[in-house]
T-cell receptor, first 116, second 117 residues
Framework: AQSVSQHNHHVILSEAASLELGCNYS??????LFWYVQYPGQHLQLLLK??????LVKGIKGFEAEFIKSKFSFNLRKPSVQWSDTAEYFC??????????????FGKGTKLSVIP | GAGVSQSPSNKVTEKGKDVELRCDPI?????LYWYRQSLGQGLEFLIY????????KSGLPSDRFSAERTGGSVSTLTIQRTQQEDSAVYLC???????????????FGEGSRLTVL
């Protein structure tokens, strides 16, 4: 079965700082990759996704992520964070888990706090 | 409704009691998922429905947990003889495509927060 690792539990940045949140997965086959965000008091929502093609994908609110297949990574980046980016970020992987079944596996999340 | 609806939003129960959590997915979404979100543990997969059948229930933590879906729509997650370690936020999500063809996003509800005293 696949697994997803998010290396940072809590990241604290000042406004305008650059952001990179790490995500690594373990699975040898074809994967689809996602980043979800959960703003305080709100439900999870999709930030961006990768299925195929250009490994650099752009999402909402200026976020982007790069799929590096050789490193099994899908790191999330933003050049300049804002206070409104304070949220918890979840990386997720969809892959075939065997016996005709697919699974969507989430990482444990990274809490981002942006200080004004 | 416009989004995934879950009820109750908050549930406080005593250890040993049974609880039922309800999920009403977006109309027309055939795939439905239950996840559990515990502090510091991220999202833990519980069960996946495609229509009324559950091709993957591997994440249910024990036989005290069960779920059903009727009419390809509403789903109920039941926890029998609740324990304190069951305290968490239970999230439901739905999608239009089945998981094997997923190219879109999951739409999440706001969750049901369960507290077992």
């Amino acid at each position: 079965a696949q697994s997803v690792s998010q290396h940072n539990h809590h990241v604290i940045l000042s406004e305008a700082a650059s952001l990179e949140l790490g995500c690594n997965y373990s699975y040898g086959g074809t994967v689809n990759l996602f980043w979800y965000v959960q703003y305080p008091g709100q439900h999870l929502q999709l930030l961006l996704k990768y299925f195929s093609g250009d490994p650099l994908v752009k999402g909402i609110k200026g976020f982007e992520a790069e799929f590096i297949k050789s490193k099994f990574s899908f790191n999330l980046r933003k050049p300049s964070v804002q206070w409104s980016d304070t949220a918890e970020y979840f990386c997720a992987v969809s892959a075939y888990s065997g016996a005709g079944s697919y699974q969507l596996t989430f990482g444990k999340g990274t809490k981002l706090s942006v200080i004004p | 409704g416009a989004g995934v609806s879950q009820s109750p939003s908050n549930k406080v129960t005593e250890k040993g009691k049974d609880v039922e959590l309800r999920c009403d997915p977006i109309s027309g979404h055939t795939a439905l998922y239950w996840y559990r979100q515990s502090l510091g543990q991220g999202l833990e997969f519980l069960i996946y429905f495609q229509g009324n059948s559950a091709p993957d229930k591997s994440g249910l933590p024990s036989d005290r947990f069960s779920a059903e879906r009727t009419g390809g729509s509403v789903s109920t997650l039941t926890i029998q003889r609740t324990q304190q370690e069951d305290s968490a936020v239970y999230l439901c999500a739905s999608s239009f495509q089945p998981l094997s063809e997923i190219v879109g996003e999951l739409f999440f509800g706001e969750g049901s927060r369960l507290t077992v005293l």
